[in-house]
């Protein structure tokens, strides 16, 4: 899952980014309104934590143009102003969910996993192909009810793979999905990870490569 994460907080912003680089996510991070509107202009975010109150462009506007140009991510209002009223106005400019500060971290997360989840076509919560269990909220997975370890890297190559359901995906969708923007784009990491995550998942094999195309699961 990509996520771009828009606080001008800066401890707050590199902390929740953080948190859920270690939820195995790919996270991009814009201190204000401007740099929001740059990035998503070239890359596309399942889920944009958005905090109101933001420099150079505020965090509304950010909100408003999104909607006007009907993107595809989904947004989570992330602010000090938690009444009612500014709940009220915030998904009235269209943002898709509404969390106040101060927030339980835990919380956050299951809430951009479920926007994560309205991004694309629903998906069950708890994703399974070919013996293959993946459980995203608990960070499981499992073949043939054997518990297998991964890295966080690995975790997020075979949820992308899984979500395609059987179609193939590219290196690139990879890594645009499962790293963030600072990744070399003529990396070899997507094929070491895919070697390893094969190694791990085990025989039969269940991931095949797609010659010049990419993978699938």
């Known amino acids: 899952m990509r996520v771009l994460v828009v606080e001008d907080e800066r401890v707050l912003a590199d902390a929740i980014a953080t948190g859920l680089r270690r939820e195995a996510m790919a996270v991009d991070v814009a201190y204000d309104g401007a740099g929001a509107l740059e990035r998503t202009g070239y ?78 076509p629903a998906l069950p919560p708890v994703l399974e192909r070919n013996g293959v269990r993946l459980d995203p909220g608990k960070r499981l997975v499992s073949r043939d009810g ?12 075979l949820e992308e793979l899984m979500r395609a359901e059987g179609a193939v995906v590219s290196q690139e969708d990879l890594l645009d999905k499962a790293w963030d923007e600072n990744i070399d784009p003529f990396t070899n990491v997507v094929r070491v990870t895919m070697m390893t995550l094969r190694k791990k998942l085990g025989e039969p094999q269940v991931i095949e490569t797609v010659p010049g195309v990419g993978y699938k699961l």
């Open 43 to 120: 890359i596309d975010y399942d889920v944009i934590v958005l905090d109101r109150d933001l420099p150079v462009v505020h965090g509304d506007e950010v909100c408003r143009r999104l909607v006007a140009e009907r993107t595809a991510s989904r947004i989570l209002m992330l602010t000090a102003s938690g009444d009612v009223d500014d709940k009220v106005e915030g998904l009235g400019l269209g943002a898709d969910d509404y969390l106040a500060k101060p927030f339980v971290f835990i919380e956050l997360v299951a809430r951009v996993r479920a926007l994560g989840r309205r991004s694309a």
């Open 146 to 157: 054997e518990e297998i370890a991964l890295t966080k890297k690995e975790f997020a190559v």
